[in-house]
């Protein structure tokens, strides 16, 4: 993308930060992110803190943020509250949040707005409560119906409180219920992983994320890993789980749209994540949250004080930005497609890009066919279950590629 256009679509108010693009036509998403936890889980990575007397300031901060954000002239369906925890946000915190959104932003009728919940958090009178405040989509963090596995994970759930909450969504009249779960558990079976999920479907969720362990560094899972206090499990291991769960899950009407994620028909695929992974528009709010406008990426600072201090001088609470280059695009792009079930398109990638995937990737996709791991029908490639075992591999192919 030449200069001039790049120009065109970007403008800067004041040196901050907006980037209002007319021309798109895709509906975009926002993703508020709230980061208290009762207690940080040793795996996560994600920014939290455990101190809630601060809740009322950040509440207060991301009202103020939304109206420093509203100029970006976009149209969202998808309204997603992640974190941390935002099931310790009461009902009404939910509310207020949902409708000052509304308020600074274009939403469709139809907008899907999902809360995740930690099964620990929540009961059946705060799931109706929640539905009452507008949302219409939950996701429960279960990751685990074993408590010997949920210990490891180091929730602060039990797998009872788990089956409750799970039942409890369901009696509060959600219809688009998402079960979070964790493999790759050391000391897990794949039969020990097979009763997690037989268990999950028991509750006819719409909708299955089921995540690989990884010890992500600086974590304290990862400390303990390297001070020898637990094996992870191997690689092999690992893959039969994966393929056992892709098995299992499409035998019982499951499709697998994305890695790590299931539905039960395409409108029970979060809308919200798949704009992750297709590059369309979404803004992030909240302290550590990611925004991203075709060709511009930036985030917020990653601490509560920071973020609420810049918002306090009326400052967007930028950490950073990146104004991705032509090359940037065209490797994220093929990274994220392959990460879904539709896989690339290849005449959009050529529109969008201005060169021929086939004639550039040749020698990749040709190795790729030949080993089983990427099929192709008319114009469009993806790969198999297979190829998603070894997905990030594959993409750092295609990425040493010269074009």
Same mark, same amino acid.
């Given at each position: 993308?030449?200069?001039?256009?790049?120009?065109?679509?970007?403008?800067?108010?004041?040196?901050?930060?907006?980037?209002?693009?007319?021309?798109?036509?895709?509906?975009?998403?926002?993703?508020?992110?709230?980061?208290?936890?009762?207690?940080?889980? @040793?795996?996560?990575?994600?920014?939290?803190?455990?101190?809630?007397?601060?809740?009322?300031a950040?509440l207060?901060?991301?009202?103020?943020?939304?109206?420093?954000?509203?100029?970006?002239?976009?149209?969202?369906?998808?309204?997603?509250?992640?974190g941390?925890? @935002?099931?310790?946000?009461?009902?009404?915190?939910?509310?207020?949040?949902?409708?000052?959104?509304?308020?600074?932003?274009?939403?469709?009728?139809?907008?899907?707005?999902?809360?995740?919940?930690?099964?620990?958090?929540?009961?059946?009178?705060?799931?109706?409560?929640?539905?009452?405040?507008?949302?219409?989509?939950?996701?429960?963090?279960?990751?685990?119906?074993?408590?010997?596995?949920?210990?490891?994970?180091?929730?602060?759930?039990t797998?009872?409180?788990?089956?409750?909450?799970?039942?409890?969504?369901?009696?509060?009249?959600?219809?688009?219920?998402?079960?979070?779960?964790?493999?790759?558990?050391?000391?897990?079976?794949?039969?020990?992983?097979?009763?997690?999920?037989?268990?999950?479907?028991?509750?006819?969720?719409?909708?299955?994320?089921?995540?690989?362990?990884?010890?992500?560094?600086?974590?304290?899972?990862?400390q303990?890993?390297?001070?020898?206090?637990?094996?992870?499990?191997?690689?092999q291991?690992?893959?039969?789980?994966?393929?056992?769960?892709?098995?299992?899950?499409?035998?019982?009407?499951?499709?697998?749209?994305?890695?790590?994620?299931?539905?039960?028909?395409?409108?029970?695929?979060?809308?919200?994540?798949?704009?992750?992974?297709?590059?369309?528009?979404?803004?992030?709010?909240?302290?550590?949250?990611?925004?991203?406008?075709d @060709?511009?990426?930036?985030?917020?600072?990653?601490?509560?004080?920071?973020?609420?201090?810049?918002?306090?001088?009326?400052?967007?609470?930028?950490?950073?930005?990146?104004?991705?280059?032509?090359?940037?695009?065209?490797?994220?792009?093929?990274?994220?497609?392959?990460?879904?079930?539709?896989?690339?398109?290849?005449?959009?990638?050529?529109?969008?890009?201005?060169?021929?995937?086939?004639?550039?990737?040749?020698?990749?996709?040709?190795?790729?066919?030949?080993?089983?791991?990427?099929?192709?029908s008319?114009?469009?490639?993806?790969?198999?279950?297979?190829?998603?075992?070894?997905?990030?591999?594959?993409?750092?192919?295609?990425?040493?590629?010269?074009?």
């Open positions: 993308m030449c200069a001039s256009i790049v120009a065109h679509r970007i403008h800067l108010l004041d040196s901050r930060l907006y980037f209002i693009m007319p021309d798109i036509s895709e509906a975009a998403g926002i993703y508020i992110h709230i980061p208290f936890c009762v207690r940080k889980c @040793p795996y996560c990575d994600f920014y939290s803190i455990t101190d809630f007397s601060r809740i009322p950040y207060n901060a991301l009202h103020q943020e939304m109206a420093l954000a509203e100029k970006v002239p976009l149209q969202f369906n998808s309204l997603y509250f992640g941390g925890t @935002p099931s310790v946000l009461s009902p009404d915190q939910v509310a207020s949040l949902r409708g000052k959104a509304f308020s600074h932003f274009n939403f469709s009728d139809d907008v899907e707005i999902t809360l995740e919940t930690n099964p620990g958090t929540v009961d059946s009178n705060r799931f109706k409560a929640y539905r009452a405040a507008g949302v219409n989509r939950v996701s429960v963090g279960v990751q685990s119906f074993s408590n010997d596995r949920l210990r490891f994970l180091g929730r602060i759930h797998a009872d409180e788990a089956r409750d909450a799970v039942e409890a969504a369901g009696t509060a009249g959600f219809d688009n219920i998402c079960l979070d779960l964790i493999y790759g558990i050391p000391g897990q079976t794949e039969n020990s992983w097979i009763r997690d999920l037989e268990t999950a479907l028991s509750y006819s969720p719409d909708h299955i994320s089921c995540y690989m362990l990884t010890c992500e560094p600086g974590t304290p899972l990862d303990d890993r390297l001070r020898a206090r637990f094996k992870p499990m191997d690689d291991n690992l893959g039969a789980l994966f393929r056992a769960t892709g098995r299992f899950l499409s035998e019982r009407g499951y499709d697998r749209y994305e890695i790590s994620n299931f539905a039960r028909c395409p409108a029970k695929q979060s809308r919200h994540n798949s704009k992750y992974w297709v590059s369309a528009p979404y803004i992030g709010l909240g302290v550590s949250a990611h925004s991203f406008i @060709p511009v990426r930036y985030w917020n600072h990653r601490s509560v004080e920071d973020y609420i201090a810049d918002i306090s001088n009326e400052k967007p609470p930028r950490a950073g930005n990146e104004l991705l280059t032509r090359q940037q695009r065209i490797i994220e792009e093929i990274f994220l497609r392959l990460r879904t079930g539709q896989g690339i398109d290849m005449d959009a990638f050529d529109r969008k890009f201005g060169i021929s995937f086939t004639e550039v990737f040749q020698g990749a996709v040709s190795c790729l066919t030949a080993r089983g791991l990427l099929k192709i008319g114009r469009r490639c993806w790969l198999n279950e297979e190829g998603m075992l070894f997905h990030d591999g594959i993409a750092a192919m295609f990425a040493r590629m010269e074009f």
